[in-house]
């Protein structure tokens, strides 16, 4: 099924964008992926684009005097790709405020943690810091502040006693992978809106959180 064409941007592993990509090979699924951009040009990511034939394109930061700069130039490339939904993939680049506003409810995020606690870096470390007993991960529409915005899907998923950054991470990433494409599926059917700056889903009862390996 053509649909909602996607952009999706990376600065490494592309773990994330593998899943999108997965989802997408499903012709039941309402997206499809029509530019993969890096700033970081050994992105392994890039690899993983190339391999599902999707076009791909470095924008180096390194390039661009400012965030402003590199923005405008992140934007025509998206605009150019005809991209209607930017989905932003472990791309570790603060976004200009003109690109924020001009994707604005076009553009998500995912972040491993259950927003709002443990936004920015290091999401593993301070939960286990924290020691709360439930961490997870969430997608959410893109505000200027870091890891902001309405909050669109969120997976649970426990933390072990014993666990370190790394094997929480394993785990939460198995979330992440089915949180975004599902985040990117209720958008694509047209079932999620914002009002007063929260995200509503329409038609649904809550598939939009979803619980994992419950202890
Ligand atoms: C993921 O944990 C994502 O939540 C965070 O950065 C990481 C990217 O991993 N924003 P990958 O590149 O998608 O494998």
């Given at each position: 099924m053509a649909g909602l064409t996607l952009a999706v941007l990376i600065s490494g592993r592309g773990s994330n964008l593998q899943s999108l990509i997965d989802a997408c090979?499903?012709?039941?699924?309402p997206a499809l992926i029509a530019l993969v951009i890096s700033?970081?040009?050994?992105?392994k990511g890039l690899e993983r684009a190339a391999a599902a034939g999707i076009a791909n394109q470095v924008i180096n930061h390194?390039?661009?005097?400012?965030k402003e700069a590199m923005g405008d130039a992140l934007s025509r490339a998206i605009s150019d790709s005809g991209a209607e939904l930017v989905c932003l993939a472990g791309f570790m680049r603060i976004l200009s405020h003109d690109f924020v506003e001009q994707w604005r409810d076009r553009l998500v995020n995912i972040h491993p943690?259950?927003?709002?606690?443990?936004?920015?870096?290091?999401a593993h470390e301070q939960a286990l810091s924290a020691g709360v007993r439930v961490t997870g991960c969430t997608v959410h529409f893109v505000r200027?502040?870091?890891?902001?915005?309405?909050?669109?899907a969120q997976a649970a998923v426990p933390v072990h006693s014993g666990d370190t950054a790394d094997s929480l991470a394993d785990r939460v990433l198995k979330a992440e992978h089915q949180i975004y494409p599902l985040a990117v599926r209720l958008i694509a059917e047209g079932r999620v809106s914002v009002v007063d700056e929260t995200a509503l889903i329409a038609?649904?009862?809550?598939?939009e959180i979803v619980l994992l390996n419950p202890v």
């Open positions: 090979t499903d012709p039941a699924f700033n970081e040009p050994d992105a390194r390039d661009y005097p400012t943690s259950l927003l709002p606690a443990f936004p920015g870096l290091h200027e502040g870091v890891d902001s915005g309405p909050i669109i038609d649904s009862a809550s598939p």
